[in-house]
């Protein structure tokens, strides 16, 4: 059964830096995109960024310059290093694996993990 297992969340001032990892675990599966969404208290979860398998990314305007994603092929995990922090940023940060091109059809998440910025 494939898992995205996320990591990396915690308590950090604003301006500080947190690298997120999300590991596929229970197959070698390889989807076709993986990406980033976050949900703060109160608010909709939200598009963070996305990498597909060509290496193609794409970002929210939110975190543009901010953030990079990444991804290990090899280890089949995708990274989101978040540097320059805003309490804004404070949410749940949630890992996504699409099976499909071009759709979100049968979309897996990871359980989460949570991300505290302090001002």
């Known amino acids: 059964q494939v898992q995205l297992v996320e990591s990396g969340g915690g308590v950090v001032q604003a301006g500080g830096s947190l690298r997120l990892s999300c590991a596929v675990s229970?197959?070698?599966?390889?989807?076709?995109?993986m990406g980033w969404h976050r949900q703060a208290p109160g608010k909709q979860r939200e598009f963070v960024a996305t990498?597909?398998?060509?290496?193609?990314?794409n970002y929210a305007d939110s975190v543009k310059g901010r953030f990079t994603i990444s991804r290990d092929g090899a280890k089949n995990t995708v990274y989101l290093q978040t540097n320059s922090l805003k309490p804004e940023d404070t949410a749940i940060y949630y890992c996504n694996g699409d099976p499909y091109y071009g759709t979100s059809t049968g979309r897996y998440w990871g359980q989460g993990t949570q991300v505290t910025v302090s001002s």
């Open positions: 990498i597909n398998r060509g290496g193609s990314t």
């Open positions: 229970g197959s070698t599966f390889s989807f076709n995109a």
